[in-house]
């Protein structure tokens, strides 16, 4: 599927409509937000059979718990906490890149067709459908019993981009997955693809990455919490969220995901190489990524769109008289098309868009305590940028991108 370039000022439109339809429903928590009549589905009139939903389900409560530890969950974590005191209810979402090789609409005509070798990368999400039932609108429910047979739930962005609705088929190499129906993204936690747990692990996907926690009726937050942390191992990482603290109830809560980054900077085909790289169609890199010069570091390999923040943000530094703080022997890397921690089960960098950078590197490791200068830090954040060294797991030399600044 092709995705043309569009302008800066139809970038930042896009991005504030995104944010706006992501975020809408935070002060509920995503399980109540009402989707929007455009994105509905239409009911399946089927009734769930009880294998895959509990025969009573009680109304969702605005009190959901996300949970997540970087990397992903430790073995049987889910299970663990389901067992503890004061959880009515746990889902373990599990997710990763499935690659999409071909898609068809519902009358049978081609819509995604990436190069011969090649795949489009999907952040596909998958759980126990019986668990996950709770935590979905009542009004998107029914859908479950089809996922059930293997089916999938496209979010509303996702099926914006690919052009797709119900009645779709998405290939993915041999096995071929039939669209169920398409509903809000805050449902699926901003994932692009929703099957059940037993699908995502046929598409390579096994990895379990949070959790959605339903707190008992009297159960406080903070002794919850201090339950959960006591599962895990000493020292161990812990980020636990509740509904308006995130507009992204996901792993990684912090940065946007991949659907919003494909629909505000074009989505590639590719397909893995060595070494938890990433092969990205020449056509695509052509039409999107540049190499020009910036202040302070000299010629950039970036997203076109990231050029102006990028000037606008090391011109702020130098015109500070700051240049001296960010060293362009340190210089990490902007475009570089790979896997998170060039680890193929742990999604897509934000370097493979080429819409993050990576300053002073060798002055901040990636775990270890930041060491920018906090100067640096509020210049690169009214240019857009979010900062790595804020994050649950630091990452002090990593900037990458948030927003478009105001005025932009």
Not at 162 to 171: E, F, I, P, Q
Request: hydrophobic share 45%; with cysteine.
């Amino acid at each position: 599927m092709s995705v043309r370039d569009v302008p800066l000022g139809r970038l930042s439109a896009l991005l504030l409509a995104l944010a706006a339809g992501l975020a809408g429903g935070a002060g509920l928590g995503f399980v109540t937000q009402r989707t929007p009549p455009a994105e509905r589905p239409t009911p399946v009139p089927q009734a769930l059979t009880p294998a895959v939903i509990p025969e009573r389900v009680r109304p969702v409560r605005p009190d959901t718990l996300l949970a997540w530890t970087p990397g992903g969950l430790p073995p049987a974590f889910g299970e663990r906490v389901g067992r503890l005191r004061g959880v009515d209810h746990v889902v373990t979402v599990m997710s990763g890149t499935a690659w999409l090789t071909a898609s068809f609409d519902a009358e049978g005509e081609a819509v995604d067709r990436p190069p011969r070798g090649m795949g489009i990368p999907l952040e596909v999400a998958g759980a126990a459908l019986g668990d996950y039932a709770p935590f979905l609108p009542p009004a998107d429910r029914p859908l479950l019993a089809r996922l059930a047979r293997g089916e999938a739930l496209l979010g509303a962005t996702s099926a914006r981009l690919r052009g797709l609705g119900a009645g779709a088929t998405l290939v993915f190499g041999s096995r071929r997955v039939r669209v169920a129906g398409v509903v809000a993204d805050t449902a699926i936690g901003a994932n692009e693809v929703f099957v059940s747990r037993e699908t995502a692990a046929a598409l390579g996907v096994r990895r379990e990455r949070y959790l959605l926690i339903d707190p008992g009726p009297r159960t406080g937050r903070r002794p919850l919490v201090g339950r959960v942390r006591r599962l895990l191992p000493p020292g161990a990482l812990l980020r636990v969220r509740g509904p308006g603290e995130t507009p992204y109830f996901r792993h990684g809560d912090a940065v946007l995901p991949p659907v919003v980054l494909k629909e505000l900077f074009g989505e590639f085909a590719g397909c893995p190489a060595s070494g938890g790289l990433i092969r990205v169609d020449p056509a695509w890199e052509r039409r999107h990524i540049a190499t020009r010069p910036v202040p302070v570091l000299g010629r950039v390999r970036c997203h076109r769109a990231l050029f102006p923040l990028l000037r606008g943000a090391l011109g702020e530094v130098e015109a500070a008289g700051l240049a001296s703080l960010v060293d362009p022997r340190q210089y990490g890397g902007c475009y570089v098309p790979r896997f998170l921690n060039f680890d193929p089960e742990a999604g897509l960098s934000h370097h493979a868009w080429g819409v993050a950078i990576d300053l002073n590197a060798l002055s901040n490791v990636y775990g270890r305590t930041p060491r920018q200068d906090p100067r640096i830090v509020a210049i690169f954040e009214r240019w857009g940028f979010t900062w790595g060294g804020r994050w649950l797991l630091p990452d002090g030399m990593h900037f990458e991108f948030i927003r478009f600044p105001a005025g932009s």
